[in-house]
Structure formats: structure tokens, C-alpha cells
Nanobody, 122 residues
Framework: QVQLVESGGGLVQSGDSLRLSCIGSGHIFSITTMAWFRQPPGKEREFVAAIIWNGALTTYSDSVKGRFTISRDNSRDSAESTAYLQMNSMKPEDTAVYYC???????????WGRGTLVTVSL
């Protein structure tokens, strides 16, 4: 099992920055990819960004490309892995509950955090 705990959400104004963190613990060695998804009010959950285990490859949705940056920090003993989402030049349409996801190739292992709310005001 892997436990994911997100933090860093809050209320910001348009144009501000915010950094989310997701600490993964447990059988984190079974995970190859960590990702961020979000669910805006009244809409379906959508992909935001993902990063593979060594940080060598990242991918972003078109809506956040150039504004958001995903990064990852693995502990030396592989007991924990933390994913960050640096969000810059935020817009009201970035308002959503942000979820952390950790999974392995083929989704043999697939875990979700409980989410953290981000609200961007005008």
C-alpha cells in the first residue's frame, strides 16, 4: 500500500503563485509515476501533470503548460517520495480540488490522495 497526503492548497488571487506538495509513503518503491489531477467545481477530474520516478520525464496538460512545474524528490532509502506542483500565473479557471496520484506501469498499482482545494479569485 502507498499513502498519499497532499498539502499547500488555499485561496490566492489571479496572477499569484502556489506550491502543492504530495508526500508518498509505504510501498513507494512500487511506484513509477506521480501525477497531479484536478477537479473543478461541477466538472470531471482532469489530468494536470506527471513525472516519472527519476524526474527525467515530465508531461503537462495544455491548459497549464508554461505556468505549472512538476518536480519530485525521492528519499535516499526510498521510504518516501514527494511530488511538488509549482503553480505560477494562476487563473480563476485553475480553481479545483487537486489530487495526487501515484501509479506503476500498466496501473498494476494505482493510488490517490484525498485532495487539496485551490481557489483562485479575480
Amino acid at each position: 500500500q502507498v499513502q498519499l497526503v497532499e498539502s499547500g492548497g488555499g485561496l490566492v488571487q489571479s496572477g499569484d503563485s502556489l506550491r502543492l506538495s504530495c508526500i508518498g509513503s509505504g510501498h513507494i518503491f512500487s511506484i513509477t509515476t506521480m501525477a497531479w489531477f484536478r477537479q473543478p467545481p461541477g466538472k470531471e477530474r482532469e489530468f494536470v501533470a506527471a513525472i516519472i520516478w527519476n524526474g527525467a520525464l515530465t508531461t503537462y496538460s495544455d491548459s497549464v503548460k508554461g505556468r505549472f512545474t512538476i518536480s519530485r524528490d525521492n528519499s535516499r532509502d526510498s521510504a518516501e517520495s514527494t511530488a511538488y506542483l509549482q503553480m505560477n500565473s494562476m487563473k480563476p479557471e485553475d480553481t479545483a480540488v487537486y489530487y495526487c496520484r501515484a501509479f506503476s506501469y500498466g496501473l498494476e498499482n494505482d493510488y490517490w490522495g484525498r485532495g487539496t482545494l485551490v481557489t483562485v479569485s479575480l
